[in-house]
């Protein structure tokens, strides 16, 4: 049986980043933007990473915790700021 390896800050990251730059009207809506809004906050935050059930389980619980969620929104915040001030196109 192969267990898979799974970052799970990912989802939350995308489900935030999305929300937050729907809502940012001065923020380009381009799939590049997105990306590098995505890309710098999963490089800023400590991955939340599990490999077996239990783990998975863990992790799932953790993420949905209200510290995560204010990490991952103040993260994607910032990103958001620093894509808009030097966006790569």
């Known amino acids: 049986m192969r267990m898979e390896v799974k970052n799970y800050l990912e989802d939350i990251v995308l489900r935030i980043a999305d929300t937050l730059v729907k809502k940012d009207e001065d923020f380009c809506k381009c799939e590049h933007c ?6 710098y906050s999963l490089n800023h935050l400590k991955p939340k990473y599990a490999s077996n059930i239990k783990g998975h389980a863990l992790t799932a619980v953790d993420i949905e915790s209200e510290q995560i969620q204010a990490e991952v929104t ?3 915040l910032k990103a958001i700021e620093q894509v808009k001030k030097h966006p790569h196109h």
């Not at 997105?34 to 890309?39: N, Q």
């Open 34 to 39: 997105r990306a590098d809004v995505i890309t």
């Open 74 to 76: 103040v993260q994607v």
